[in-house]
């Protein structure tokens, strides 16, 4: 089976020119990365863990140490992650103080018999499992401060139909042993009350892995991707022999006339076929397969490249 690995940078209005370079960059990095542990016989599981912590650890991006703040100028971050073998899956939501919200979920779905954790507990968990925490200021960069005095003066919240923020990084891999994964990080929306809780750590609407049907990873609008568990019905429509094409088309649309809300969505079939989607102005992506890595970041972008 060819490993396919696909990686997306959030679902975001328009992109200024002059971070456009380093966020195809980020995209890039993070899809090669997560690719290299494929060629070398690694898991689906492993791979889009490496993907997504690799954007958690790139500023560029609404993660980890990226991520947005909230109406009390803080980073509060949510992460899941599931395996297609046979649908395990981890979640924290909430999480404060650590570099890498996902490997604190492949945590939980690795060594306890829960599927979610959140807050304290989740803390309490990460530093039994020797996860080292960080000053919460380690994780707030000055763009993400710029943003928060922006919303605040305008008194408005985020913008469901236009989100001008790259919300949530996900990746989606199938490997050599025809096994799929998925894997979503968020710092959620600017501005957002404490202890909100998107879609990103919801298993069915910020994600999903059945070696059966594909992986998918979503972003966008939180709120309506839960209501609609946008990430379940776009495998539904796969499930029903929709094309991986046709799969995100009517599950973004769907979205967009139930509920005016815009987002985006990576998707992988369990034969190797796979798709970038859209109905926001931008969604940073990347996808590697057959030694060629494919990049945009709006419509009419696209590049590919030669991994040799």
């Known amino acids: 089976m060819e490993p396919v690995l696909v990686v997306h940078g959030g679902s975001a209005g328009c992109i200024p020119c002059e971070r456009r370079p380093r966020v195809r960059q980020g995209v890039i990095r993070a899809a090669s990365l997560g690719h290299g542990v494929l060629r070398a016989g690694g898991s689906a599981v492993d791979a ?31 992460a899941s992650i599931m395996d297609g073998r046979d649908l395990a899956t981890g979640a924290v939501s909430a999480v404060r103080c650590i570099s890498n919200p996902i490997k604190l979920a492949r945590l939980v779905m690795d060594k ?11 803390a309490k ?31 408005g919240a985020p913008n469901a139909a236009c989100p001008q923020n790259l919300g949530t990084v ?7 042993r025809g096994d799929v994964a998925y894997a979503t990080s968020t710092g959620g929306t600017v501005n957002k009350m404490c202890g909100r809780v ?27 991707i839960l209501k609609v568990n946008l ?40 034969t190797g076929h796979w798709v970038a989607k859209w109905t926001s102005a931008s969604m940073p992506w990347a996808a ?10 709006d419509l009419g972008d696209s590049t590919v490249m030669d991994l040799s």
């Open 231 to 270: 990430a379940r019905l776009a495998l539904f429509h796969l499930e029903q022999g929709k094309t991986v094409e046709e799969a995100a088309e009517l599950a973004l649309g769907y979205m967009k006339s139930k509920l005016k809300a815009l987002g985006g969505l990576i998707l992988v079939s369990r």
């Open 112 to 122: 306890t018999p829960h599927c979610f954790l959140t807050d304290r507990g989740a």
């Open 198 to 224: 998107g879609d990103s750590p919801c298993v069915g609407s910020g994600g999903y892995a059945d070696n059966s049907i594909g992986a998918v990873s979503t972003t966008g609008h939180g709120e309506s």
């Open 125 to 155: 968990f990460a530093a039994d499992m020797g996860i080292p925490e960080i000053p919460g200021e380690q994780l707030v960069t000055e763009r993400s401060r710029k943003h928060l005095e922006k919303e605040r003066q305008e008194k």
């Open 170 to 176: 996900g990746a989606v891999a199938l490997d050599c």
């Open 48 to 78: 889009v863990e490496a993907a997504v912590a690799a954007l958690e650890d790139d500023p560029e991006f609404n993660a980890g140490r990226g991520s947005v703040l909230t109406e009390d100028g803080e980073v509060e971050m949510d």
């Open 288 to 297: 590697v397969k057959g030694g060629k890595v494919h990049a945009g970041i």
